[in-house]
């Protein structure tokens, strides 16, 4: 058996490998074509073919991580399909691979793309997109979000502040920032903050070049506005660096324990973290997906083929494997918009390729 399992998995790893590495150099091609225009517009702030080539580089783990899934159904369902046109997989049924050990087989192997596919999304993946974007921002500019930055809230016993973030520097220093403190209780706007930039600190915020004004007796006839000019000015506050990339990221690049600590954040403060939660939900579900396309590849070696039809199952593979990943999206919009469960909105497309293929698997190979 250990025999059985060992050329089965070998054959499974080179498919899947080869797979997977066509699928990268794909990708990376196209990334290349759309960074020879950059290389164009920034050739005179030092933007060499070299940088592009780094570049192209760093956004390979997160196309890896986007593939992997799908490059095991393809290369299971091809190992499988060759397995049954040759006849061996016959030969192995009849060595002692019946469909439930072939299944338990498959679904081992299954877990060892689970935890690298994890590994790749929480851990690789992120640390090159921070080089891929600091990289960016060297050439282009700050790192920012839309025309408005990056918006984030805090609250401190009786006060809450909501927080704009202009940009952020390739050296983390902060750019443009303001801050708008209001009372709790009653709403009501207490003072402004405008600086021209500032860095994190132990505890909080060093700002330089600030202007802060103060809304006094707002509920007199006549309130007064305290305008103060400030070179240096510390704002005690619990965002860290972590948080503000968050706002400045996408989820689906951040690690999942960041994911986490932002969702924390934005219930402390009253924020909706329906967007956030569900992405958290799709990268815990998101790996089992390998386990999923494991099970739809295993009734192929049931199939009859005849010669040179491997390629149209393939074919269908590629299908399935694309409906599963548009089925996972709309999932995640629907349920963004519909307000749903956010873990149910991540794991409905994943229970429902269960079930097709726990049920083509009894269907097809259980009744033989």
């Given at each position: 058996?250990?025999?059985?399992?060992?050329?089965?998995?070998?054959?499974?790893?080179?498919?899947?490998?080869?797979?997977?590495?066509?699928?990268?150099?794909?990708?990376?091609?196209?990334?290349?074509?759309?960074?020879?225009?950059?290389?164009?517009?920034?050739?005179?702030?030092?933007?060499?073919?070299?940088?592009?080539?780094?570049?192209?580089?760093?956004?390979?783990?997160?196309?890896?991580?986007?593939?992997?899934?799908?490059?095991?159904?393809?290369?299971?369902?091809?190992?499988?399909?060759?397995?049954?046109?040759?006849?061996?997989?016959?030969?192995?049924?009849?060595?002692?691979?019946?469909?439930?050990?072939?299944?338990?087989?498959?679904?081992?192997?299954?877990?060892?793309?689970?935890?690298?596919?994890?590994?790749?999304?929480?851990?690789?993946?992120?640390?090159?997109?921070?080089?891929?974007?600091?990289?960016?921002?060297?050439?282009?500019?700050?790192?920012?979000?839309g025309r408005t930055g990056a918006w984030m809230k805090d609250r401190q016993g009786e006060r809450s502040y909501s927080v704009n973030v202009g940009a952020v520097s390739p050296d983390g220093t902060l750019n443009?920032?303001?801050?708008?403190?209001?009372?709790?209780?009653?709403?009501?706007?207490?003072?402004?903050?405008?600086?021209?930039?500032?860095?994190?600190?132990?505890?909080?915020?060093?700002?330089?070049?600030?202007?802060?004004?103060?809304?006094?007796?707002?509920?007199?006839?006549?309130?007064?506005?305290t305008v103060r000019q400030l070179g240096t000015w510390f704002w005690p506050t619990a965002i860290s660096i972590d948080m503000v990339g968050a706002a400045l990221l996408s989820p689906d690049r951040m690690q999942?324990?960041?994911?986490?600590?932002?969702?924390?954040?934005?219930?402390?403060?009253?924020?909706?973290?329906?967007?956030?939660?569900?992405?958290?939900?799709?990268?815990?579900?998101?790996?089992?997906?390998?386990?999923?396309?494991?099970?739809?590849?295993?009734?192929?070696a049931y199939l009859h083929f005849r010669s040179g039809n491997i390629a149209g199952f393939v074919f269908l593979g590629v299908l399935v494997g694309i409906s599963f990943f548009l089925l996972n999206n709309v999932?995640?919009?629907?349920?963004?918009?519909?307000?749903?469960?956010?873990?149910?909105?991540?794991?409905?497309?994943?229970?429902?390729?269960?079930?097709?293929?726990?049920?083509?698997?009894?269907?097809?190979?259980?009744?033989?």
């Amino acid at each position: 058996m250990r025999t059985i399992r060992r050329l089965i998995y070998n054959d499974v790893l080179l498919s899947v490998g080869f797979i997977a590495l066509a699928f990268l150099l794909l990708f990376s091609f196209f990334d290349l074509v759309d960074q020879l225009g950059d290389l164009r517009d920034l050739a005179t702030r030092g933007y060499s073919l070299a940088y592009a080539l780094l570049y192209v580089a760093l956004q390979m783990p997160g196309h890896l991580y986007d593939l992997l899934p799908i490059a095991v159904l393809i290369g299971t369902i091809f190992v499988m399909a060759r397995l049954a046109e040759s006849s061996q997989y016959t030969i192995l049924r009849t060595s002692g691979l019946g469909p439930l050990r072939a299944l338990g087989t498959l679904l081992l192997l299954g877990l060892g793309f689970v935890v690298l596919t994890f590994a790749i999304g929480d851990y690789v993946t992120p640390a090159a997109n921070r080089a891929a974007t600091a990289m960016q921002a060297r050439f282009m500019g700050d790192i920012t979000v839309g025309r408005t930055g990056a918006w984030m809230k805090d609250r401190q016993g009786e006060r809450s502040y909501s927080v704009n973030v202009g940009a952020v520097s390739p050296d983390g220093t902060l750019n443009q920032v303001r801050i708008f403190e209001f009372d709790s209780r009653t709403a009501r706007l207490l003072a402004t903050v405008k600086a021209a930039r500032g860095a994190f600190a132990e505890h909080g915020w060093t700002l330089h070049d600030v202007q802060r004004r103060s809304f006094e007796n707002v509920d007199a006839a006549e309130p007064s506005v305290t305008v103060r000019q400030l070179g240096t000015w510390f704002w005690p506050t619990a965002i860290s660096i972590d948080m503000v990339g968050a706002a400045l990221l996408s989820p689906d690049r951040m690690q999942t324990v960041d994911l986490y600590r932002y969702i924390s954040h934005l219930r402390e403060n009253g924020q909706s973290a329906q967007r956030y939660e569900i992405e958290f939900w799709r990268k815990v579900f998101y790996p089992l997906s390998c386990l999923v396309m494991m099970v739809l590849a295993l009734p192929f070696a049931y199939l009859h083929f005849r010669s040179g039809n491997i390629a149209g199952f393939v074919f269908l593979g590629v299908l399935v494997g694309i409906s599963f990943f548009l089925l996972n999206n709309v999932f995640g919009f629907i349920g963004n918009l519909r307000n749903w469960v956010p873990w149910v909105a991540a794991a409905v497309p994943g229970i429902l390729y269960s079930i097709l293929a726990l049920a083509t698997f009894g269907w097809l190979v259980l009744r033989q």
